[in-house]
C-alpha cells in the first residue's frame, strides 16, 4: 500500500530511498487524507488528526 502512495499523495510526500523502502517527507502535507485512506487499512501506516485549532500549516507559501 504504501508503494501506491509514491503517486497518489498529491502534496508528493512520500519518496523511494536508494534501499528501496518509502520514507515520508510531511513538510508539504496538506492533511488531505489520501494516505489515510490507501495506508491506514493494511496496517502500513497509522494516520491521526492534527491537534485542533491551527488548521493546515503552509510552511512554503
Known sequence: ALKALLT???A???E???KGQV???A???VECGTCRIIGE???DIEWNYPRGG???LFKFG
Do not use: H, L, Q
Open 8 to 10: 497518489a499523495c498529491p
Open 12 to 14: 508528493r510526500c512520500y
Open 16 to 18: 523511494m530511498n536508494d
Open 23 to 25: 520514507e515520508i517527507t
Open 27 to 29: 513538510d508539504g502535507c
Open 41 to 43: 487499512p493494511s496496517g
Open 54 to 56: 491551527y488548521g493546515v
